[in-house]
């Protein structure tokens, strides 16, 4: 036959003295290469308890296909060879416990020929375990650095020895028990991080496998745009509509630092993927420009984003000094003080406020540079005007300087809710 595995056909042409000729031929597939495969135990594990092991076979035979299978616990085959089954139980004869048991399988095709032993090796035991537990960075979600902390809790008392690799890696060699592996790398590369432990007893038999602990690494900032009232130029408004265009590929956008000055505020608001109103802390006109910083789940900050509009004075818009007494209701997002301007000096300043549902509220004061003066919570009542009074004086008892300052309406979470603007003219 012609060199090669495959189908062969073989031609033949009789002929007889009177010049008669027949034709007949015949096939056959060549096959001179062995099965090849992958043995697993128990699905990977590395003990058991249960002497009935459950083989999983992976194996191929391109030319003529498995057809038998010679399982055996020593290193030459046995005398039994069954048909082939991807998933077949085998019993151990040896079922000495404590150490461990190797198992070996030829595989043999149609055209008889046999692969060499597909080996794998579990242990036989008969002392349980228990795995402990792996807490990275003190159990938070998400971490922006590579290097992190490792708390081993509740380790087997059996436990004489462990090892810890990352998922992906090797395991390393077996290393001595401890409750704590400071400065541990993850490896580089966003995403999910997870970290396995593995813990031997004395007798160098495996008593535990498959603890786990994973976290998110995310060392990418946030990305986005920032616009203004829908990119207007101009605005008589100086309550502002901020639209955000924001994303982040693995912890995603958590808070927003809103500034007029180019630097930071103090303040971190949550994240909003729609609009956010934002009232300027310095009211006169002329362009301004605002400054807007995106923060990650991870803790990771993005450069400053800057926007502006031109603020021009409209003279038709006049704040009362006084509420008017027809109003019975309020928007539940809105809060504005009164009198307005205000002077501390000559009396209390009432800030007045909506809400959406009873329950609690806070009422903040800032300055133009974003440091809170004076702040208090209120009980909030839905649907009517909420007041509460301010006396002028900052949280140290201090009074205040005249100038712009910006009020601050949240909820108990820290959700901003409204944004007023209060001036300041005492004498």
């Given at each position: 036959?012609?060199?090669?595995?495959?189908?062969?056909?073989?031609?033949?042409?009789?002929?007889?003295?009177?010049?008669?000729e027949?034709?007949?031929?015949?096939?056959?597939?060549?096959?001179?290469?062995?099965?090849?495969?992958?043995?697993?135990?128990?699905?990977?594990?590395?003990?058991?308890?249960?002497?009935?092991?459950?083989?999983?076979?992976?194996?191929?035979?391109?030319?003529?296909?498995?057809?038998?299978?010679?399982?055996?616990?020593?290193?030459?085959?046995?005398?039994?060879?069954?048909?082939?089954?991807?998933?077949?139980?085998?019993?151990?004869?040896?079922?000495?416990?404590?150490?461990?048991?190797?198992?070996?399988?030829?595989?043999?095709?149609l055209?008889?020929?046999v692969?060499?032993?597909?080996?794998?090796?579990?242990?036989?035991?008969?002392?349980?375990g228990?795995?402990?537990?792996?807490?990275?960075?003190?159990?938070?979600?998400?971490?922006?650095?590579?290097?992190?902390?490792?708390?081993?809790?509740?380790?087997?008392?059996?436990?004489?020895?462990?090892?810890?690799?990352?998922?992906?890696?090797?395991?390393?060699?077996?290393?001595?028990?401890?409750?704590?592996?400071?400065?541990?790398?993850?490896?580089?590369?966003?995403?999910?991080?997870?970290?396995?432990?593995?813990?031997?007893?004395?007798?160098?038999?495996?008593?535990?496998?498959?603890?786990?602990?994973?976290?998110?690494?995310?060392?990418?900032?946030?990305?986005?745009?920032?616009?203004?009232?829908?990119?207007?130029?101009?605005?008589?408004?100086?309550?502002?509509?901020?639209?955000?265009?924001?994303?982040?590929?693995?912890?995603?956008?958590?808070?927003?630092?809103?500034?007029?000055?180019?630097?930071?505020?103090?303040?971190?608001?949550?994240?909003?993927?729609?609009?956010?109103?934002?009232?300027?802390?310095?009211?006169?006109?002329?362009?301004?420009t605002?400054?807007?910083?995106?923060?990650?789940?991870?803790?990771?900050?993005n450069?400053?984003?800057?926007?502006?509009i031109?603020?021009?004075?409209?003279?038709?818009?006049?704040?009362s000094?006084?509420?008017?007494?027809?109003?019975?209701?309020?928007?539940?997002?809105?809060?504005?003080?009164?009198?307005?301007?205000?002077?501390?000096?000559?009396?209390?300043?009432?800030?007045?406020?909506?809400?959406?549902?009873?329950?609690?509220?806070?009422?903040?004061?800032?300055?133009?540079?974003?440091?809170?003066?004076?702040?208090?919570?209120?009980?909030?009542?839905?649907?009517?005007?909420?007041?509460?009074?301010?006396?002028?004086?900052?949280?140290?008892?201090?009074?205040?300087?005249?100038?712009?300052?910006?009020?601050?309406?949240?909820?108990?979470?820290?959700?901003?809710?409204?944004?007023?603007?209060?001036?300041?003219?005492?004498?």
């Amino acid at each position: 036959l012609s060199a090669g595995d495959g189908p062969k056909t073989v031609h033949v042409w009789y002929r007889d003295a009177a010049g008669n000729e027949t034709y007949v031929k015949d096939d056959i597939n060549l096959d001179t290469t062995a099965p090849s495969g992958t043995l697993v135990i128990n699905g990977g594990e590395s003990l058991t308890k249960n002497p009935t092991l459950q083989l999983a076979l992976s194996a191929s035979d391109a030319a003529s296909g498995v057809a038998s299978m010679n399982i055996s616990e020593s290193a030459v085959p046995g005398a039994d060879w069954l048909p082939y089954a991807a998933n077949p139980e085998y019993t151990l004869s040896n079922q000495i416990q404590n150490q461990e048991k190797t198992i070996y399988v030829w595989l043999k095709d149609l055209a008889g020929n046999v692969s060499g032993p597909l080996t794998a090796s579990i242990v036989l035991t008969d002392i349980g375990g228990s795995g402990g537990e792996i807490i990275i960075e003190g159990g938070t979600p998400y971490t922006n650095s590579q290097t992190v902390n490792l708390t081993i809790n509740n380790i087997d008392p059996l436990a004489s020895a462990m090892r810890v690799w990352n998922e992906g890696d090797g395991r390393p060699s077996w290393d001595s028990i401890s409750g704590s592996l400071p400065g541990w790398d993850l490896g580089s590369g966003d995403g999910v991080k997870t970290v396995r432990i593995e813990f031997q007893n004395s007798f160098g038999n495996v008593i535990w496998s498959g603890t786990f602990g994973s976290i998110i690494l995310d060392t990418t900032a946030p990305s986005g745009t920032l616009v203004i009232n829908g990119g207007e130029s101009l605005t008589k408004n100086s309550t502002l509509r901020l639209t955000f265009s924001a994303s982040d590929a693995t912890s995603g956008v958590a808070s927003v630092n809103i500034s007029e000055t180019g630097e930071p505020s103090t303040e971190w608001l949550d994240y909003d993927e729609d609009s956010q109103g934002y009232t300027l802390l310095d009211a006169t006109p002329g362009e301004k420009t605002i400054h807007v910083q995106l923060r990650d789940k991870a803790g990771n900050i993005n450069s400053l984003l800057p926007a502006s509009i031109t603020l021009v004075e409209d003279k038709s818009d006049t704040e009362s000094a006084a509420v008017p007494e027809a109003v019975q209701t309020l928007p539940a997002r809105k809060i504005y003080a009164y009198p307005n301007p205000a002077q501390p000096r000559k009396g209390d300043v009432t800030i007045v406020f909506g809400a959406a549902k009873d329950g609690p509220m806070n009422v903040y004061l800032y300055n133009v540079l974003g440091e809170k003066v004076w702040s208090t919570t209120a009980y909030a009542q839905a649907g009517v005007p909420n007041k509460t009074v301010w006396n002028g004086r900052d949280a140290y008892g201090g009074e205040v300087g005249n100038g712009v300052y910006l009020l601050l309406l949240t909820s108990p979470q820290k959700k901003v809710l409204a944004r007023g603007r209060l001036t300041i003219l005492d004498d």
